[in-house]
């Protein structure tokens, strides 16, 4: 056995070689990787090898590039250089992919002189995702084995292609079944008797194809913002020029996007959905679940009950009367009829999903659920009354929930004589679409409980994030402060269709006006009410919203709310200029101007200050938990990182600086966070308190 790094391993078997990469957990082709690769191309070539065979242990071919390099300075040989000298190397190499081989890794794979897929197997350029393009010789010789169009799409989708696509498009050259070496090994000795084809893929010529170059492009101009696209079709475009000048293309078009903040933001959002599992209470093991109890058949419950069938779990689905029941079930079979329709389920499993529902108004019938989730209505006397029964009712060590998205969960536990077992998920609507799911610690809650949670999460396809008890948790108690920002700035001047427009402009999702009717008023009218013993005296309120309700236009559902809503498009509410000016003038304000600069400055930074309290309250973990929050929840951009990674973008002395500056018109609003002031006076960004 020869060792050429940490990483990298070579062994004679006869008169073939073997390599093989491993580097726990995903074989990320990092320095370790690279240095060991080129070390092993150059023992290849004095070691009479007739062929060699490319694996890697562990469970997964190589699955890019480590991105935890990035940013950093880069250690030599770059990736780019390992795999030209793989293709250079005098001695044909097979790579046997097993698992995933994305981005940096399969350009290795595209490198070597044939390749082998193992059933399984999805290869794929997701460097999209992270503001960059395959930067290692993937838009060069990908087209010079599948031809531009497949290529194009891979690398523009991020997603990763089945084995047996690639196979038909030339992207490997077999699939079979076995062990990685054992099958790396017999390719080798194919290979060396002349029994399997080999040749250097940059050697073949990409047939030119301007149909999809010009479509992609077409695609592309419809949907601006991000810069990592047009310079991947740019990159593709230039693998029909002979392949030194297309390689050099391609780098210059690499280096292009690195340097851009967009693909900071991109690895941040990467690496702070990863970063969430790790949490205090990451060691216990999480209790089994095999049937989940949902109470409450109204959106939320539907919502919920579909993710849990969807993961295979049965559900139990309580409601107090029939015909609210059939409804929610009409629902949830129209939820699971539009999961098959998008290719997520076979009829098969769609079928066994009913099946796995059982729809009762006999709250007793949640006696073997082994846990529980309260979708009921946003009032502590309901919550109360329901986990009293759920007390006496749910088996001894069954996990109790409320998907509460305010409410105290400790004054929830302690109706129970086991608040042990009771925690927040707080789902987000439409709860079996959206990714994100809060898990809300109590100060009881056992740690098997937390874990419970978070392995809920991973088998719903969500990702969990670990909140402290507060009003509104994570991202709802940001809400309000930025929510209430766009309030005062439509009472002082701005049209709320405006505020909307300059808030997508962001490049959020909605803005907030669009985003309250689409909720219904009525949410936030309620909330407003249980908020009323506790709102702070100072703070400036807007009567607007309620005067909207108190109309009855309670957004979408009533057809009308801050907008109108008929077969067009949504056009402003007539009405919302006589309520504000009643209201400027009840309080005597002399409307004014705001750019919609002016009024994304107000927005963000009103985010980004109770984003930091959050932090600073120890409510988040860590800022970069409340990013993967507002990513997942609130549709926040994802080339923009997150309101933290914002923040430190935007830095600590300029965001001091605006909220000084408007807390000449509204102190309480605009008060500064002790933790950015800390930052602006004594440096510190963000990004080091993730660590
Ligand atoms: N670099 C560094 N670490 C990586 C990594 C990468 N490319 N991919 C995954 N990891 C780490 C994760 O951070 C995680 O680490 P912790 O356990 O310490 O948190 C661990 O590997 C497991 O990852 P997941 O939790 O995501 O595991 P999974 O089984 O759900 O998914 C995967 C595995 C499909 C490989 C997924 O991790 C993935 O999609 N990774 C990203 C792949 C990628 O984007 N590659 C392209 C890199 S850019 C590139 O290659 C550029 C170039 O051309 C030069």
């Known amino acids: 056995m020869e060792r050429f790094s940490e990483a990298v391993t070579g062994e004679m078997v006869g008169e073939v070689a073997l390599i093989c990469i491993d580097n726990p957990p995903v074989n990320a082709a990092g320095h370790e990787v690279r240095k060991g690769l080129t070390a092993a191309v150059s023992w290849l070539a004095g070691s009479g090898a007739k062929a060699a065979g490319l694996w890697c242990a562990g469970r997964t071919f190589t699955a890019g590039a480590d991105v935890r390099e990035f940013g950093k300075t880069p250690q030599p040989p770059s990736l780019p250089e390992v795999c030209n000298t793989l293709e250079a190397s005098a001695v044909p190499i097979v790579a046997v992919m097993h698992g995933t081989a994305l981005g940096g890794g399969f350009e290795l794979a595209l490198a070597c002189h044939a390749r082998i897929g193992l059933s399984g197997l999805r290869v794929g350029f997701p460097e999209v995702n992270l503001g960059i393009l395959p930067g290692a010789g993937g838009t060069q010789r990908g087209p ?44 080798a000795r194919r290979a060396a008797a002349g029994d399997l084809k080999t040749r250097r893929t940059g050697e073949l010529e990409t047939p030119a194809d301007t149909d999809a170059i010009n479509a992609a492009q077409v695609k592309l101009a419809k949907k601006p913002g991000l810069n990592a696209p047009p310079r991947i079709v740019e990159a593709v475009a230039a693998s029909t020029r002979p392949i030194t000048e297309g390689l050099a293309e391609e780098r210059r078009l690499f280096m292009e996007c690195y340097d851009d903040p967009q693909r900071a933001a991109l690895v941040h959002a990467f690496l702070a959905e990863r970063a969430v599992a790790k949490y205090p209470e990451a060691g216990a093991k999480p209790r089994a679940v095999k049937r989940v109890g949902v109470i409450g058949a109204g959106t939320m419950g539907q919502g919920i009950a579909t993710s849990c069938l969807l993961a295979g779990l049965d559900v139990t689905l309580v409601e107090v009367k029939e015909e609210a029941l059939g409804r929610g079930e009409a629902a949830i079979a129209k939820n699971l009829d539009g999961a098959m329709e998008r290719g997520k389920m076979t009829a098969a499993a769609r079928a066994e999903a009913e099946a796995a529902l059982d729809a009762t108004t006999d709250m007793e019938a949640l006696a073997d659920a082994d846990l529980i989730i309260e979708a009921a209505f946003e009032k502590m006397e309901v919550k109360r009354e329901i986990f ?37 998920l707080h789902f987000f609507s439409p709860a079996h679409i959206m990714r994100l799911l809060e898990i809300v610690v109590a100060d009881r809650t056992a740690p098997e409980v937390v874990a419970t949670g978070f392995a809920l999460a991973k088998r719903l396809g969500k990702i969990g994030v670990r909140a402290g008890v507060c009003d509104g948790f994570i991202g709802n108690r940001i809400l ?53 013993p506790i709102r702070p005296p100072e703070e400036r309120y807007s009567k607007v919203a309620d005067r909207l309700v108190e109309a009855g236009t309670l957004g979408r559902k009533t057809g009308k709310g801050y907008y109108v809503y008929g077969e067009s498009k949504p056009v402003p509410n007539p009405d919302l200029d006589g309520i504000v000016a009643d209201e400027r003038a009840l309080s005597g304000i002399a409307p004014r101007e705001f750019s919609d600069h002016d009024i994304r400055d107000r927005y963000l930074t009103a985010m980004i200050a109770e984003a930091a309290r959050v932090v600073e309250d120890g409510i988040a973990q860590r800022p970069s938990d409340v ?36 807390s000449a018109e509204d102190p309480w609003q605009w008060r500064v966070p002790a933790i950015l002031r800390r930052m602006a006076d004594e440096g510190g960004t963000f990004a080091q308190l993730n660590g």
């Not at 990763?160 to 390719?187: C, F, N, Q, W």
């Open 144 to 187: 010079r084995l599948a031809g531009i169009a497949p290529v194009l799409d891979m690398a523009l989708s991020g997603k990763p292609m089945p084995a047996e696509e690639a196979l038909k498009h030339g992207l490997i050259d077999e699939l079979t079944r076995g062990e990685p070496r054992e099958v790396a090994l017999d390719a």
């Open 388 to 424: 009293t029964a759920l007390d006496r009712i749910a088996k001894p060590g069954a996990v109790l929930a409320t998907n509460t998205s305010y409410l105290d969960v400790n004054e929830i536990a302690a109706v129970t004589s086991r608040p042990e077992d009771v925690i927040g």
């Open 480 to 532: 309000g402060n930025y929510a209430r920002a766009a309030e005062h700035l439509v009472l002082d001047g701005a049209a709320p269709s405006q505020v909307d427009r300059a808030v997508r402009g962001l490049g959020m999702a909605m803005g907030p006006f669009e985003m309250a009717d689409l909720a219904g008023l009525d949410i936030g009218y309620f909330n407003r009410r249980r908020r009323d």
């Open 627 to 662: 990013d993967a929050v507002f990513l997942n929840g609130y549709g926040f951009p994802r080339h923009l990182g997150g309101p933290l990674h914002q923040a430190d973008v935007i830095g600590a002395a300029e965001l001091v600086r605006r909220m000084e500056e408007w």
